[in-house]
Nanobody, 114 residues
Framework: VQLVESGGGLVQPGGSLRLSCAVS????????LGWYRRASGKQRELVAT???????HYADSVKGRFTVSRDNAKNAVYLQMNSLKPEDTAVYYC?????????WGQGTQVIVSS
């Protein structure tokens, strides 16, 4: 199973980016999908998750700015990021849990800077 992120890049503070994660198997088989991030010199942290019943969970630092969604037909999960701040700069990783197995993507870099 492969998870491949895309959509990262350089954006100014206040801007928006949409991250995509293409999954090589049906996302219906994942009970949880989501996004984590790791900033330079810091530990990886949860950003947002979506359960297969549609419930979502967000880190306090991104609530109201980020939105996680999944598209079962396209086998994809997305992270819409608005009102980006310099402290959102990190490598963002797609994550999926299927049964008792956890899968990770390779990450996509997001830099928020003027």
């Amino acid at each position: 199973v492969q998870l491949v992120e895309s959509g990262g890049g350089l954006v100014q503070p206040g801007g928006s980016l949409r991250l995509s994660c293409a999954v090589s198997k049906s996302v219906g088989g994942f009970w949880q999908l989501g996004w984590y991030r790791r900033a330079s010199g810091k530990q990886r942290e949860l950003v947002a998750t979506i359960i297969n019943d549609g419930n979502t969970h967000y880190a306090d630092s991104v609530k109201g700015r980020f939105t996680v969604s999944r598209d079962n037909a396209k086998n994809a999960v997305y992270l819409q990021m608005n009102s980006l701040k310099p402290e959102d700069t990190a490598v963002y990783y797609c994550n999926g849990n299927s049964g008792s197995t956890t899968y990770w993507g390779q990450g996509t870099q997001v830099i928020v800077s003027s």
